[in-house]
């Protein structure tokens, strides 16, 4: 377009305005941008590098503050005891040998074979078999004579005068928490083929799992400590008195070692499409049956233990002569996990007590990331024969933590009046009834 330009002649064409920026601006933009990236970066840096700084300070502190709880609780808990031979001198405990006064090879054969295939004279192996029944005599059985002799052996046998370490654990004759029923079953033994022979007869008044106010129980059964080789009944469906009438053989059981086994009936209510529930279970050791006739047991069945905490092998020993009591600390099992990986760090610490006044304390190392730590720590400690009965072990399993407290995971008090259940009061007392010798022994920790 043309614009008639005011002095009479055309104007020339109406060019566009253009905004010229100086030069340096872009540059100084540009310088701009990279040094705020740099500003956060370094800032985040440096929150980071406090963070960790703070954290490490936070760890550092608890450290302290346990290791300072520890040492006061030590000042605060020792005290001062008359010995007979000094006057006044105080009581301490003696770290003695670092290696155990029994082997835990040693105890396998009364501890851990039950699941090892047990020869007979011709040579083949025999396990547990249910439900079969056993082949006829071979050419080596034994004679009625013998089977007499085996009988009058087990009328004499009586539990009192022998301690062993898995029966004494699940003897318990307290009356159950809450009514899951009941559970009838007969035991025979045939001495001939060394056979134990169990008949699960029928239950009554089990309680109802299920929405259509009933129940599908089975029972599950194993010979303890042997977990691997478990039997079971048939499913009957839809009753709270079912009657399963099934009868299992346990062949190669010679009667001394069926003694030291434990009967475990556990009752279960089936599921098909979620885990089979828990109605009840329980215990029997078999050095309480009476094998010369042939017992029928009504038994209580009692809920399962909600809260399992493991168990743990202790040895005591007492030697009169020097005043000197030993506890062997062997190893533990199906420790309950405290980390959120499924583990724990266990270590067990011990107090020497009187009374309730606390005199020594000791500590095994920490083993990392298992359940089933194996110890083998020894302690000893100097107690005069008149305060033997007086004093007590306090023994208690702990999960290391790093950050924050160190958690109880079970206890047992090992004494001769009040220990923490039967089977501590009774290693104790079989400690002080055998005097030089050492008594080993299962114990189920307990939550507090």
Same mark, same amino acid.
């Given at each position: ?255 001394? @070692?069926?003694?030291?086994?434990? +009967?475990?009936?556990? #009752?279960? &209510?089936? =599921?098909?499409?979620? /885990?089979?529930?828990? $109605? %009840? ?105 008149? @305060?033997?009965?007086?004093?007590? +072990?306090?023994?208690? #399993?702990? &999960?290391? =933590?790093?950050?924050? /407290?160190?958690?109880? $995971? %079970? ?38």
């Amino acid at each position: 377009m043309h614009v008639a330009s005011p002095h009479g002649g055309e104007a020339t064409p109406e060019q566009p305005q253009v905004a010229h920026m100086p030069a340096g601006y872009v540059l100084t933009n540009g310088m701009e941008k990279k040094d705020v990236i740099w500003t956060a970066v370094l800032s985040s840096l440096a929150a980071l590098l406090t963070l960790v700084a703070a954290l490490y300070a936070c760890y550092w502190w608890q450290r302290r503050k346990r290791k300072r709880e520890e040492e006061e609780e030590e000042a605060e808990q020792v005290v001062v005891m008359q010995h007979p031979t000094s006057s006044l001198s105080r009581l301490n405990g003696i770290l003695s040998l670092k290696t155990p006064l029994i082997s835990t090879k040693a105890l396998g054969a009364q501890l851990e074979t039950a699941g090892t295939p047990n020869k007979t004279p011709s040579g083949t192996s025999s396990n547990l078999a249910g439900t079969s029944i056993p082949e006829g005599k071979s050419a080596g059985a034994t004679s009625p004579a013998p089977q007499n002799k085996a009988l009058q052996n087990v009328k004499s046998e009586h539990p009192s005068n022998r301690s062993i370490s898995l029966v004494d654990m699940y003897i318990d004759n307290s009356e159950p928490s809450e009514n899951v029923g009941q559970i009838h079953f007969s035991l025979e033994y045939d001495f001939q083929n060394t056979t134990l022979i169990l008949r699960i007869i029928q239950g009554k008044e089990l309680p109802a799992k299920d929405l259509s106010g009933t129940s599908d129980p089975y029972v599950r059964v194993t010979l303890l400590p042997d977990k691997k080789h478990r039997l079971e009944t048939k499913i009957k469906r839809r009753t709270l008195n079912p009657r399963w009438n099934e009868t299992f053989y346990f062949e190669g059981f010679p009667i001394q @070692k069926l003694q030291s086994r434990v +009967l475990h009936l556990h #009752v279960f &209510d089936y =599921d098909r499409f979620s /885990r089979d529930d828990s $109605i %009840g279970e329980v215990f029997l050791p078999l050095c309480q049956v009476d094998f010369s006739e042939k017992p029928s047991f009504w038994k209580a069945l009692k809920p399962p233990a909600k809260d399992k905490c493991g168990e743990l092998l202790t040895s005591l020993c007492y030697h009169p002569s020097n005043s000197i009591l030993t506890l062997t600390l062997l190893k533990a099992r199906n420790l309950k996990a405290k980390d959120i990986n499924g583990k724990s760090d266990p270590y067990v610490k011990v107090w020497l007590q009187f009374g309730d006044k606390r005199i020594e304390k000791r500590k095994t190392a920490i083993f990392k990331c298992t359940l089933n730590p194996v110890f083998n720590d020894t302690f000893s400690f100097n107690v005069p024969w008149e @305060k033997i009965r007086e004093c007590s +072990l306090d023994v208690m #399993v702990m &999960d290391f =933590d790093n950050i924050g /407290r160190n958690e109880l $995971i %079970g206890r047992i008090l090992l004494a001769g009046k009040n220990g923490s259940g039967a089977s501590e009061t009774k290693h104790w007392q079989d400690m002080i009834t055998k005097p030089r010798q050492t008594i080993v022994q299962w114990h189920r920790l307990k939550p507090e």
